[in-house]
């Protein structure tokens, strides 16, 4: 703690914030943090989380070091017909991976899934960032819909090991236009096509 009477400057104020929103988010999970309880445990003023991040989930992808906003690039994709929307999410994905704060969020990536805690917050980044609200934009039954998007899930984190980790050619070095034209038929079957009975009962 400061002495009395002082406070921690930003950056320590930044760090302080950094630190209990990962223990808060590790342990109790995105859904049930909020801004008030991290700073409660960091010993700041709430404000001054809002100051430094924005929102929760401005503060999760700080904890995660990912410096894209997924939930924005997702409402992006989602502006157009859902017959479309493999296409635009391919296209939107290799775009963004392939620039230099995709580069940066894939090796925070690699970093996260080194550890159990790191993993499960990158597990609860995907469910509420995008899978949730991927899913929200489909039709048919909830679980319907949480087994398509869980599909797309498969192959998209598939292509992101495949290329950007692995560096398996010659897919690491196609271009974009091959890469969409391959995978967003088997992506937009996923989303809106036809799934065997089976794969969707409980």
Do not use: C, N
Request: charge should be neutral; aromatic fraction near 4%.
């Amino acid at each position: 703690m400061p002495p009395a009477g002082r406070r921690p400057g930003p950056s320590r104020t930044r760090e302080a914030v950094l630190d209990a929103a990962r223990a808060e988010f590790a342990a109790r999970g995105y859904d049930a943090v909020t801004l008030r309880r991290v700073a409660a445990r960091a010993g700041v003023d709430p404000a001054m989380v809002t100051h430094h991040f924005g929102s929760k989930s401005g503060l999760f992808r700080a904890v995660l070091d990912v410096r894209l906003d997924p939930a924005a690039e997702l409402a992006a994709v989602l502006t157009g017909p859902l017959d479309t929307v493999a296409e635009r999410l391919l296209t939107r994905l290799l775009v963004l991976w392939d620039s230099p704060a995709g580069a940066a969020t894939i090796a925070a990536v690699r970093t996260a899934l080194q550890d159990e805690d790191g993993t499960a917050l990158l597990r609860d980044l995907a469910l509420s960032q995008v899978l949730r609200p991927l899913a929200a934009a489909l039709t048919g039954p909830e679980e319907e819909r949480r087994w398509r998007v869980d599909l797309v899930a498969s192959q998209v984190v598939g292509l992101l090991m495949t290329r950007y980790v692995l560096g398996l050619e010659p897919l690491a070095s196609a271009r974009h236009p091959a890469l969409v034209g391959a995978l967003g038929p088997t992506l937009q079957r996923y989303l809106t096509g036809p799934l065997p009975a089976a794969s969707v009962e409980p």
